[in-house]
């Protein structure tokens, strides 16, 4: 009998279940039941929505669905262009965070305006996280402005040496700024998605775009300074993939554990480095109590293949289809009841709580 490992729930603060309104894509039930079989208990919903979560009232719509739904325990964010200022303390307590885009991703709810930028910050409540989706220069801004405000900061998927550079010193600075990377950058490269102005990008098209060998290898080197992963879990149809306009977005809930897993039985990281990564730092970072009876047993010994037919992520295709896998999610459990065993669910919609 292979040695079983235990880990502690794993926490994805960054998941699109597109749920109201893209259902046929993922919902809160699919979305989270590929959460759980896959050792992530607690996940946290993005508001790019088609109705963007920028009032109360679609926030608390989504709360409702989420509660039917969720199997796995979840939180949401709030979202802003910086026009909905007046809800802020309306939603503060009921999200774990704000979202805020400064560079371009689906539904194109980008602030460019600094004025906007400003008053976001000087808005939100400073103890609750804003999470930033800045590239490049925008990470300047975050940067100016989390110094000139003082609020707690987090910037989701870095991809490149340039930027994570700049949150190194922002940390050395002192800075309440935290980041995280997400599996595909860590696993595939610019290489895998020629997408040069004159190619349709093809399957792994994403943003922010997949790096150069370069950056990968910087963003291993430097896994010190990442707080935490983040699935940015992001599912479109194979048929939308696969059209002439693609949309930007790869899942990611079904592979996170088995990657990670396969990478420190490489000895790419460490088990307590994977722990931190995925469950302390996260939870740290958003102010989550952990609780010793939410945990994953995984047989670290066990050889897959990632198939797409196997996924429980409704949009059924996965970047990593085909991959040698190692390290099996063999039960889960949740606020001390088993909630995942050989493959089957036990226990029924709405159990997944709202971690706020
Ligand atoms: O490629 C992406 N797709 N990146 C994001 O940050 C959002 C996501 C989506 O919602 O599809
Ligand atoms: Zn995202």
Partial sequence: MAKIV????????????????????????????SALAN????????????????????????????????????????????????????????????????????????????????????????????????????????????????????????????????????KKNKLSITCDVTPHHLFLTEGDCPCNGETVPNLYFVKPPLASQKDQDFLWQNLTFIDCLSSDHAPHLMEEKQSSRPPAGLPGLDTLLPLMMTAVSQGRLSLNQLIQLTSVSPAKIFSLSQNDSTFVEVDPEEEYQIDNHKLLTKCGWSPFDDWLVKGKVKRVYLRGRKVFEKGQLLVDSGYGKNVI
Wanted: some cysteine.
């Fill in 6 to 33: 235990r880990l502690p729930g794993l926490v994805d603060i960054h998941v699109h279940f597109r749920d109201p309104g893209e259902t046929h894509k993922e919902d809160f039930y699919t979305g989270t039941l």
């Fill in 39 to 170: 050792g992530v208990t607690t996940v946290f919903d993005m508001p790019n929505n088609l109705t963007p979560v920028f009032t109360e009232e679609v926030l608390q719509n989504k709360i409702t669905i989420a509660r039917q739904k969720a199997v796995c325990d979840w939180g949401l964010y709030f979202g802003s262009t910086g026009d909905n200022l007046a809800e802020f303390a309306k939603v503060a307590d009921k999200v774990v965070g704000l979202k805020v885009y400064l560079s371009l991703t689906t539904g194109k709810y980008v602030v460019g305006d600094e004025d906007k930028i400003k008053a976001i910050f000087a808005s939100w409540p400073k103890e609750k996280v804003i999470v930033f989706h800045a590239e490049g220069d925008r990470v300047d801004l975050v940067i100016k402005y989390t110094e000139k405000f003082g609020n707690k900061v987090h910037i989701t998927h870095v991809s490149t040496e340039a930027d994570l550079e700049k949150i190194i010193a922002a």
